[in-house]
């Protein structure tokens, strides 16, 4: 699950990996090998990659059902280029605020009230803060993007 | 493992502020509300595809990209003099009517609820979904069920979950079959069902609460403005389409007209501490930010389409609609926190009106697309959950955008959160104490308006943080709390 405005440049980090991934996930498929972009292959194949938004509760509804999910975001809060895998318990939990309510209490409350909730891990890619609206990542992040994507299928993979 | 400390305050940008300033006995001398804008967003837009127009504004909001979809649709369907046929404009004022519904519902009972539900006193840490689920744990579960069928409903009509693609210029891109009828006619049925079921609890919980009637019914909580939405011919609120209707703060009519012509009929003021525009009637002028029968002040929402509306378009909705007005005793109703009882009403009507839509016949029509004309301009008018939206674009003849702007019910209601705001700091200020309460029932005031402060911008946490800054008198500032 990408998070992000892939029309805000850098926020749109967690969509171009999802983009490109796409493209290697139907080259593994056709041929078992990866794509010249030099990724690794993805191996496992009963996956879906989906582009989200920030709100807690509807990506907690948008990824009830599935078993594991790993959610690619950009991250002003990591300095720019840097990427960070970690399991979604390492979130703060946070109290409900206006319209997001964090997606640790929203899979809470959705479990709560018995629906199937997947174990999530995040992983984030630090960008520079306030990204302005354009297409395309800045070369540190762009920089940063083979990084993630090798993380992404190693989480896909293991 | 590396320690991880996230602090969304580091993204200032994209916080609303409240500043309290206070005299040298602690008193409230003036509140402010400063709420972000990203600029560039239609600059950015120049230059684009037209056809592009409804999946990239979808992108500006992660809070109601069903809105900015549809009103992005709307306005093409205008730059192009298209005619949308009947099956495409029922598909997608269904698909609206189930996005106003899942949208009040979230507000209502995982947003703004806990403040109604658990009172503004209930432990911090409670004043959530989960506080909710604990303390109303079957209901929960049923608003929790129903809101995910709600969501289905919009993936299904949308072809996404999130952000829907189904929407193009004269129309919609596929019929709506009869399986996909069946399924959301199953889930309509639930949707009126909980629709019930909250009239209930409002008025068995929710509205008998001293401190909650305290707050409907203070005179300085209930400023007057003028109000604007959309009407359908029979002057009930209609959330996708019809005239638009202003009406004085007073109650008369300022305006019942073409939607898009009302754009002439507002002029923007800006201030230099804030990024934020204020719109106001042209005909009243900037006065200030004050309210009031002259000032040019007004308000959007679920509040202000009950304010210029005559009745509901539905039974069930019509009757609570009468409650609420024998509540207040009568049009206009200015209290902040009838916004909530307001949005309640409007939750009944989306509900009866997208269970009327799935069984009308011409639903599952096959002719989905109008013929495009020229490319030239057009302006979209839509209620979005959090009120009026406007599209105006202007088209090249090779159908690029040349010019779009965007006014959002946020920044409509910039004004009126604001002097919302001032009005129950003021209110509560009395013996110069500032706790976290305090704090929270000022903040309920800011949530009443379910503001959408998203606009370009997300926070992985999922929150959307609000700062409150309290100065002093010398300038200084005395406390800051960040949630």
Request: a negative charge.
């Amino acid at each position: 699950m990408a998070l992000g405005n892939p029309y805000r440049t850098d926020d749109g980090v967690g969509i171009a990996l999802l983009r490109r991934l796409r493209v290697i996930r139907d080259a593994s498929r056709a041929t078992g090998e990866g794509t010249t972009c030099h990724a690794s292959p993805v191996t496992r194949h009963e996956i879906e990659l989906l582009e989200g938004v920030y709100d807690g509760l509807r990506l907690a509804e948008a990824i009830a059902g599935y078993e594991e999910v790993l959610v690619v975001d950009a991250a002003p809060w990591l300095p720019a280029g840097e990427v960070l895998r970690f399991d979604l318990g390492d979130l703060p939990a946070r109290a409900g605020y206006l319209h997001g309510l964090g997606l640790r209490a929203a899979l809470e409350a959705l479990a709560m009230a018995g629906e199937r909730v997947p174990t999530v891990e995040i992983l984030a890619i630090g960008i520079p803060g306030d990204p302005p609206f354009g297409e395309g990542l800045s070369p540190a992040v762009e920089g940063a993007l083979p990084v993630a994507l090798e993380e992404a299928i190693r989480w896909l993979n293991e | 493992m590396k320690k991880l400390t996230i602090d969304p305050i580091t993204r200032l940008e994209g916080h609303g502020r409240i500043f309290l300033i206070l005299d040298d006995n602690g008193k409230l001398v003036d509140a402010f509300l400063q709420i972000p804008e990203l600029k560039g967003f239609e600059l950015f837009c120049r230059g684009r595809l037209a056809e592009e127009m409804p999946q990239i504004t979808e992108r500006i909001c992660g809070v109601c990209p069903e809105a900015h979809h549809l009103a992005s649709a709307k306005c093409l369907d205008a730059c192009f003099g298209t005619e949308v046929p009947e099956p495409a404009r029922l598909q997608r004022e269904l698909f609206y009517n189930v996005y106003i519904f899942s949208d009040h519902l979230l507000h209502l009972i995982f947003l703004g609820g806990p403040d109604l539900l658990l009172g503004a006193d209930a432990e911090k840490a409670k004043r959530n979904i989960l506080g909710i689920l604990e303390a109303y744990p079957e209901f929960g579960k049923k608003v929790v069920r129903v809101r995910a069928g709600a969501q289905k409903i919009l993936e299904r009509i949308g072809g996404k979950a999130i952000h829907p693609v189904f929407a193009l210029p004269g129309g919609v891109a596929k019929p709506l079959s009869e399986e996909d009828r069946a399924f959301v006619e199953e889930r309509s049925k639930a949707m009126v069902e909980l629709a019930g079921d909250l009239i209930e609890l409002f008025h068995e919980k929710i509205l008998p609460d001293p401190s909650f009637q305290s707050y409907l019914l203070a005179e300085e909580l209930g400023f007057p403005t003028h109000y604007m939405g959309l009407v359908d011919g029979n002057m009930a609120p209609n959330f996708y389409d019809g005239a638009l209707r202003i009406v004085s703060a007073d109650g008369h009519e300022i305006y019942h007209g073409p939607a898009a012509d009302a754009l002439s009929l507002i002029e923007e003021h800006v201030e230099p501490w804030t990024y934020v525009k204020f719109p106001y009637l042209k005909e009243y002028g900037w006065k200030g930010l004050v309210p009031g029968a002259d000032s040019g002040v007004y308000r959007v929402g679920p509040l202000a389409r009950l304010n210029v509306a005559e009745r509901m378009a539905t039974p069930m909705a019509q009757e609570e609609y009468e409650r609420y007005l024998d509540f207040f005793g009568g049009k206009p109703v200015h209290a902040i926190f009838a916004y909530h009882w307001a949005r309640l009403v409007e939750l009944v009507q989306a509900a009866e009106v997208t269970l009327a839509l799935v069984q009308e016949k011409t639903l599952t029509g096959v002719e989905v697309r109008g013929e495009l004309g020229e490319p030239g301009e057009g302006v979209g008018v839509i209620e979005a959950a959090r009120g009026t939206l406007f599209h105006h674009y202007r088209l090249t003849p090779e159908g690029l955008v040349e010019f779009a702007n965007m006014i959002v019910a946020t920044t409509h209601n910039a004004a009126g959160i604001g002097l919302s705001v001032k009005a129950m700091a003021r209110h509560l200020a009395e013996d110069g104490v500032w706790d976290e309460s305090l704090l929270n029932r000022i903040e309920m005031a800011f949530r009443a308006y379910d503001p959408c402060l998203a606009c370009a911008t997300h926070f992985f946490p999922g929150e959307m943080p609000l700062v409150v800054e309290i100065y002093g008198s010398d300038g200084e500032l005395k406390v800051r709390i960040g949630r």
